[in-house]
């Protein structure tokens, strides 16, 4: 039906959370180029953690007020820096990466545990030291009665149609810092290698995606949820083949590789996926004290070689 935007789609002049060749709701295929050829893809569908999440390097993020305009790219509700600057940072075990803008999704892209949330936000980096690569830091949300999310507070009673893709709404002294407020855990979180989840799908990003949900309203979703406009389709790409590539974030499941196996007889090992810690084995040499390497092999969900071949950068004009 929308096969003829596939053409446009595989070079747009569109960039992260820019409007471009972007249709919803997503249908395979429609979006070419590397949204159809790519083998590191985003979103994915974020593991069961049979162990329970792992306990992580804690994110810190140096954020801060600052001026920022709020747009609509047609298909997201973007709030941007006006001066993304190295020092409005977030740091994590991948990198550090400069904040640029953040934007939201109806309907959570990642799904978690097999769950989908009926929003999601991304706050896109640049990898500072590597402007070929993005970090992203994501969170789904969940309606609570009674908790308001600080940072939609500051932003959701003035938001822009989907109807004007030029207008700029100036927001002086956005409290950036108020993002992270709702996260109850910043040390728990996946990561993995994936790509922007609108045309072009460049896949040179370090995904970063909070295991816990921010709680928001039933009135501050409704107003998300009616500014982006596609409330009966939604704004997300679902889940995408993973091909092997490596998600952290779940804790390893013990049982079964080492000598003493023995003691966890727990009643609850009855199903052992084996895929949790199948590949451990090689690099997990006991409590190694490389905490990075040890941690990401212990970590392993889903391994084998990955082949996240950073593909040339086709984002020419940033965000
Ligand atoms: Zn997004």
């Given amino acids: 039906m929308m096969r003829t935007l596939a053409f ?64 609509h ?45 009926p929003l999601c936000a991304h706050c896109v980096h640049e990898k500072i030291g590597d402007s070929s690569r993005y970090g992203v830091l994501g969170v789904v949300y969940e309606v609570d009665s009674t908790v308001e999310d600080p940072f939609l507070k500051s932003i959701v009673d003035n938001l822009p149609v989907k109807t004007d893709t030029t207008t700029k709404i100036d927001k002086a002294g956005v409290n950036f810092t108020n993002y992270l407020a709702g996260m109850t855990n910043l040390s728990n979180y996946y990561t993995y290698a994936g790509s922007l989840t609108t045309p072009p799908c460049t896949e040179a990003v370090d995904w970063h995606v909070l295991s ?22 939604g704004t997300f790409r679902p889940p995408q083949p993973l091909n092997g590539r490596v998600v952290l974030g779940c804790a390893a499941v013990t049982t079964g590789t080492t000598a003493n196996n023995s003691t966890n007889s727990s009643s609850t090992a009855s199903n052992t996926s084996s895929n949790a810690n199948s590949n451990t084995t090689s690099s997990n040499t006991s409590s190694g004290n490389n905490t990075t390497t040890a941690a990401q092999a212990s970590n392993a969900v889903a391994a084998a070689p990955a082949v996240a071949a950073v593909v040339a950068l086709l984002v020419p004009a940033l965000f």
């Fill in 73 to 117: 790219t047609g298909h997201a509700v973007k709030i941007s820096l006006k001066t993304p600057t190295d020092a409005i940072k977030f740091v994590s075990p991948t990198g550090t990466y400069k904040l640029v803008q953040c934007h939201w999704h109806d309907d959570s892209e990642h799904t978690i545990d097999g769950k989908k949330y």
């Fill in 212 to 233: 816990h949900p921010v709680k928001l309203t039933q009135a501050q979703l409704d107003k998300m949820v009616a500014a982006l406009g596609h409330s009966a389709t």
């Fill in 8 to 71: 446009v789609a595989g070079f747009p002049v569109a960039v992260y959370g820019g409007s471009g060749a972007v249709s919803y709701p997503y249908v395979d295929d429609t979006w070419g180029g590397v949204c159809k050829t790519g083998t590191a893809q985003s979103p994915i569908a974020l593991p069961q953690c049979t162990a329970g999440n792992s306990k992580r390097a804690e994110l810190a993020a140096s954020y801060g007020s600052h001026d920022a305009e709020l747009s």
